[in-house]
């Protein structure tokens, strides 16, 4: 098993940046994919960001490229999400998942791939 705490959200203004974190404790990540999903009040969940906590490779979803960094640190177990130049339309809870290497077929982008998930952090960007 593997437990996420979340932790970075906030309120901030529009232009203005947060990082995220995410602590996770339990079974080894060596194996895993990480990565942010967010969710804003009535829409579904949606993918942000990933990386392989190994190699490094990290994915972004097109609407964050260039703007929001995802890093992880191995020997704290803490994954990050930097987000810089935030808009209204990042306001959402994010939540950071651990892909649990029992869903290899499905998509990185995909929410089905992850079997850990946090409890979710908010973040409130004003305009």
């Known amino acids: 098993q593997v437990q996420l705490v979340e932790s970075g959200g906030g309120l901030v203004q529009a232009g203005g940046s947060l990082r995220l974190s995410c602590l996770a404790s339990g079974r080894t990540l060596n194996s895993y994919i990480m990565g942010w999903f967010r969710q804003a009040p009535g829409k579904e969940r949606e993918f942000v960001a990933a990386?392989?906590?190994?190699?490094?490779?990290?994915y972004y979803t097109d609407s964050v490229k260039g703007r929001f960094t995802i890093s992880r640190d191995n020997a704290k177990n803490t994954l990050y999400l930097q987000m810089n130049n935030l808009n209204s339309e990042d306001t959402a809870v994010y939540y950071c998942a651990a892909d649990g290497g029992t869903n290899l077929l499905v998509q990185i982008f995909s929410s089905r791939r992850y079997n850990y998930w946090g409890q979710g952090t908010q973040v409130t960007v004003s305009s």
């Open positions: 990386i392989r906590w190994i190699a490094g490779n990290t």
